[in-house]
């Protein structure tokens, strides 16, 4: 199947965001799971709460949200223009900031469930061996996180693609821009006479998605076959 | 630390007592209805035993000298340096306090083989003694190995390597053994035992085994409900009538340090100088002449005559002075005797009509037949 130069741009931007977007959430994305994984405190299902949001509120409202505070007129985009010159809104910078919100509380979910699970004891231990906080993350906990850390991703990267609302709303729809895959198919859907053309779409996201599927499968297969090897010596 | 006696941490807790490299602890912690109150000065050189039933506040005492927990109040000294010091807000970090733990589980990182496991608390400057400590744990097949892999026991041996090579000041061990078959665990409280003598780090071993404890430890600190009820050299706190109680498990008996002095192979027996005037013959050994060892004797595997006898079973007399007498209070018919041979104690056992009937009191001069001596450790 030959794509038109219209349909390469839509599928080369969705990439370009959904990667970007992952890459920008994952230091964040990893802080916040161990904070929640490894400590109690006060407020901390507020907090929960707080990161979830986006999983439950209409996408529209995110990006509006984001409109408000990311803006040129926003308390943080204003800021942001003022000292850095950087502008999100109507950017593909900005539709990775708003596909990266919406899928925050997916890669946050799943990594924390990971940490929760690695012992403890372990981590005593090795700050026993001379390790600082930080050795004891990167050396102990993260490793045997990683499962999480890759099921997190692939959601992350996944809700990213697909993310429609708060990327209309906050980045609107230009081409070569911010018109991703889901932005595309919802204009040609808009066109009268293009039926065909939105049905190629269509196809081409059905195809991207089983192949993000089948290939974080096939990760998590060989993740789980290189632990076991290694067990089996 | 300076002593400084104005300071405010001293008037909490009473200036403690230091030599040079001793560890000494003052503790108040409160963990919901458990109470651990603690003031100890442990030796700086060998292994000293902490002994108690569970949840008398063994662990949690070495959790808190390793770093891993924070009492209410209390100092933690070793040597001159000071590890916690609530009052004036010191507490060194768990990870700069060099003291190396093995815990009840050996908790090895399943993600690193053997060797990332023994290296991983290494500093390059005790590199050097890898391949001496591999070879001292026999575990240099195992190098190459997952931990998921390993039998317990093997675990075991590379968690202690992994605390030794940390090159750590104070060894920690909770429990190492538990869980561990017999033949298994008296081959590693061997390797233990060896390994104390050949590491010049004080190490203290937690456990509720009466057994280990009087095969390695040589100074013993006795707990009960988060206090200390005794600490002493472990033969002066066996000889204690008062504690027989406390060291129900100990089963009352002696230990007996002493020399190898000759092997006799036609009946294979050993012969242990105890002291210049005192032997001790006792199955035989592989242990080298001229090697220490030690040994055990139970209080009823004693028994007096008050001359020396001429022809006997029993392959061991030793002329001996009755020093205290005790009744037992969980047996009304029996008496128990300290016994004092040379500079030697020794725990007897008899029945209260012996005792009256041989006319037996205390400073009389007897001699003590020993049924039957059991070494300790090698």
Known sequence: MILSPAEWEAIRLSLLIGLAAVAWILPPGIAVAWWLARHDFRGKSIVDGFIHLPLVLPPVVVGYLLLVSLGRQGVVGQWLYATLGVSLPFTWQGAAVASGVMAFPLLVRALRLSLEAVDPKLEAAARTLGANRWRVFTTITLPLAIPGLLTGTVLAFARALSEFGATITFASNIPSETRTLPLALYTLIQTPGQESAAARLCVIAIIIALFSLIASEWLARRTKQRLQERDAY | ?378
């Open chain 2, 1 to 378: 630390m300076p002593t400084n006696p104005t300071n405010p941490s001293n008037l909490r807790h009473p200036a403690l007592p230091v030599d040079s490299s001793s560890l000494s602890l003052s503790i108040d912690q409160r963990l919901g209805s458990f109470h651990l109150q603690t003031e100890l000065v442990l030796p700086a050189h060998g292994v000293t035993g902490i002994f108690g039933t569970s949840g008398s506040g063994k662990t949690s005492l070495l959790r808190l000298i390793a770093g891993l927990e924070y009492p209410d109040s209390g100092v933690i000294q070793l040597g001159d340096q000071v590890l916690l010091d609530t009052r004036r807000r010191i507490s060194v970090a768990a990870h700069k306090r060099r003291i190396g733990v093995v815990f009840q589980e050996a908790r090895l990182f399943p993600h690193y083989r053997v060797r990332g496991n023994l290296t991983y608390g290494m500093p390059a400057h005790a590199s050097a003694r890898f391949d001496e400590i591999v070879e001292l744990l026999g575990i240099k097949a195992l190098l190459e190995r997952m931990p998921g892999t390993l039998s317990g026991g093997e675990a075991r041996r590379v968690a202690i390597g992994r605390a030794l090579l940390s090159d750590p000041q104070l060894l920690l061990m909770d429990e190492p053994l538990t869980g561990l078959d017999g033949a298994r665990k008296d081959e590693l409280l061997r390797f233990i035992a060896q390994l104390t003598k050949q590491v010049d780090i004080p190490v203290i071993y937690v456990s509720h085994d009466a057994e280990e404890i009087s095969a390695i430890a040589d100074h013993l600190v006795l707990m009960k409900a988060g206090r200390v009820v005794a600490s002493n050299r472990l033969n002066h706190l066996l000889q204690r009538f008062d504690l027989t109680h406390e060291l129900g498990g100990f089963d009352a008996a002696s230990i007996l340090e002493g020399r190898v002095d000759e092997h006799d192979a036609t009946y294979n027996l050993t012969h242990l100088a105890l002291n210049d005037t005192h032997r001790l013959v006792i199955p035989g050994t592989s242990a080298p002449i001229g090697s220490p060892l030690r040994v055990r004797i139970l209080a009823r595997d004693i028994a007096l005559a008050l001359t020396p006898l001429q022809s006997t079973s029993y392959r061991n007399q030793l002329s001996a002075t009755i020093e205290d007498m005790t009744s037992l209070s969980t047996s009304p018919h029996s008496v128990e005797l300290l016994l004092n041979v040379g500079d030697i104690r020794l725990r007897a056992r008899l029945t209260r009509k012996s005792w009256d009937e041989m006319g037996l009191h205390i400073g009389k001069q007897i001699t003590a037949l020993i049924r039957s001596v059991s070494v300790a450790h090698y």
